[in-house]
């Protein structure tokens, strides 16, 4: 009887553990190829090397590009070298973007910037920059800057820590000193990181966070990543990358979010950015998860980016505007939009500049 029972859970680990390979191959799209889809005007960015995590446009054609992320089990082109924000004018037929200078005080050395998010003060058109910081890779914090374009230097005004921004991916602003975020449960640690994926544990999560007020806002996400909110503000948008999926939430007078629907994709979505004429939202995403975590020079990770029309009807429009196997650009994170401009960026490689038609 009792070697009867040994060999019955023997296999019923076997069927658990084949049955979580399967959703976990499906779920890092491990033997997904990519058609390519070429956009006619092209550029990589000059002076853009070692990632463009994410970007955020002005209303006036001023982007922000965040690099130097330093991510636990992620591939870095330049592990030693502090993190940047660059600024590009899309303006300048010449494009060149450049390191914006930081206020005394700040701690450059071990800035490693992630996702990032503007507000726009309406009463005195103040812009405020915020970053996601991992500035000691197991640490993670908000930086919040005030950009002061007359000089193009980013003012550090305040660092937020709190226990329940614990491994921030993105975030959005939506006041001087209050934003959304996204979190990462086991950001700090690979292993365990991949047992996550692997078991299929939804423990990722939305948090609200004022000076007054910081709180759970949604839960039950694969691997909560981007995160961006729609034009009229009533709509908060997260990428769950491993649920290869975007999640539309309603937002309350109270900053709550309850759940409105949830748009499947067939790739690893990862940061998100709304068209601000349209509301159509762009994202940057991986073809091939394996390939993003298992860097080979030979056979790089691609680049995918996907537009989303009428994400709020019954039938959205999903196009995948651009898709490359890694020979142009490299693991992308993000697409964001600004008249006919494209720009893309990426974890750890270049960035990319495309001027649609």
């Known amino acids: 009887m009792g070697k009867l029972l040994k060999i019955t859970l023997f296999g019923v680990f076997l069927a658990f553990l084949g049955e979580r390979i399967v959703h976990f191959t499906d779920r890092i799209n491990l033997v997904r190829d990519i058609e390519p889809v070429e956009l006619p005007n092209c550029q990589l960015l000059a002076g853009i090397e070692y990632g463009s995590e994410d970007i955020e446009i002005l209303p006036n054609g001023l982007a922000f590009i965040s690099s130097g992320l330093k991510y636990p089990g992620m591939f870095s082109f330049a592990p030693s070298r502090p993190g940047e924000i660059f600024l590009l004018d899309l303006n300048d037929e010449e494009l060149r973007p450049s390191s914006l200078r930081i206020s005394r005080g700040f701690d450059i050395s071990s800035f490693s910037p992630h996702g990032i998010s503007i507000y726009i003060d309406e009463t005195d058109d103040t812009v405020y920059l915020f970053v996601v910081n991992h500035p000691h890779i197991s640490k993670s914090t908000v930086e919040i800057f005030k950009f002061a374009e007359d000089e193009n230097v980013l003012v550090h005004l305040k660092t937020i820590k709190h226990a329940s921004l614990y491994n921030v991916n993105d975030l959005v602003a939506v006041g001087p000193e209050s934003f959304y975020a996204t979190n990462d449960h086991y950001f700090t640690d690979?292993?365990?990181?991949?047992?996550?994926?692997?078991?299929?544990?939804?423990?990722?999560?939305?948090?609200?966070?004022?000076?007054?007020?910081?709180?759970?806002?949604?839960?039950?996400?694969?691997?909560?990543?981007?995160?961006?909110?729609?034009?009229?503000?009533?709509?908060?948008?997260?990428?769950?990358?491993?649920?290869?999926?975007?999640?539309?939430?309603?937002?309350?007078?109270?900053?709550?979010?309850?759940?409105?629907?949830?748009?499947?994709?067939?790739?690893?979505?990862?940061?998100?950015?709304?068209?601000?004429?349209?509301?159509?939202?762009?994202?940057?995403?991986?073809?091939?998860?394996?390939?993003?975590?298992?860097?080979?020079?030979?056979?790089?990770?691609?680049?995918?980016?996907?537009?989303?029309?009428?994400?709020?009807?019954?039938?959205?429009?999903?196009?995948?505007?651009?898709?490359?196997?890694?020979?142009?650009?490299?693991?992308?994170?993000?697409?964001?939009?600004w008249e006919n401009n494209l720009l893309v960026g990426t974890i750890f490689h270049k960035a990319l500049h495309c001027k649609l038609e």
């Open 190 to 337: 690979f292993i365990l990181r991949f047992v996550e994926m692997f078991l299929g544990l939804r423990w990722t999560n939305v948090v609200y966070y004022s000076p007054s007020d910081i709180r759970e806002v949604a839960t039950g996400f694969y691997s909560a990543n981007g995160i961006a909110m729609s034009n009229d503000e009533r709509f908060i948008y997260v990428a769950d990358v491993s649920g290869k999926a975007i999640n539309v939430l309603e937002k309350h007078a109270n900053f709550s979010l309850s759940p409105v629907k949830v748009l499947q994709l067939g790739a690893l979505v990862d940061n998100l950015s709304v068209d601000p004429v349209t509301g159509d939202i762009w994202i940057g995403a991986h073809p091939n998860g394996f390939k993003l975590f298992k860097y080979s020079e030979e056979d790089p990770p691609g680049s995918e980016v996907i537009r989303v029309q009428n994400i709020h009807s019954d039938n959205p429009v999903v196009t995948t505007v651009y898709a490359n196997d890694g020979s142009v650009l490299q693991a992308s994170t993000c697409a964001a939009v």
